[in-house]
């Protein structure tokens, strides 16, 4: 065996072992496997110890999270049907959509307000900052539009 392949042989099984090592941290950590190298050196050495404990913190806040999360809905027997209280208040009315206020021809009347005064405050139109754009945009997301 020529000195060469040895060598390529030993820096192949250093790279393995360093891609599993990367591969097991994130998973361990939930975290982005190239938050590995930021701790470790490619022999498995750590090099930033405070990094780690910024990772191994974020960690455990997740963790007790994720933890407290299920504990608070019993293990998935939650009754989404009713609040904390039990009252049986029905919550489909605060998702009902805004535009059911409005006849078709209503509907359409808005739309071409909204075509009209937004050619007419538009920011590249005006060169002003926007606001009366943005309050437009406001109007037409309470129209349902």
């Known amino acids: ?32 496997p190239d938050e590995y190298d930021y701790v470790y050196n490619v022999h498995g050495k750590m090099m930033n110890h405070d990094y780690y404990l910024k990772i191994f913190q974020e960690h455990n806040k997740k963790r007790s999270y994720r933890k407290s999360e299920r504990g608070n ?7 989404w049907s009713k609040s904390s209280a039990g009252s049986d208040y ?4 605060l998702f009902a959509s805004k535009s059911d ?10 739309k071409n307000f909204y075509k009209v005064l937004s050619k007419n405050f538009h920011p590249d139109i005006t060169k002003g900052d926007g606001k009366e754009m943005q309050f437009l945009n406001k109007l037409k997301m309470s129209w349902g539009i």
């Open 1 to 32: 065996m020529s000195e060469e392949y040895a060598t390529k042989v030993k820096h192949e099984e250093i790279l393995k072992v360093y891609r599993e090592a990367k591969a097991a941290f994130a998973q361990k950590y939930g975290c982005q």
């Open 101 to 110: 206020n409005y006849t078709a021809e209503e509907t359409a009347m808005l």
């Open 73 to 79: 809905y019993g293990g998935g027997g939650f009754d």
């Open 90 to 93: 029905d919550f489909s009315k």
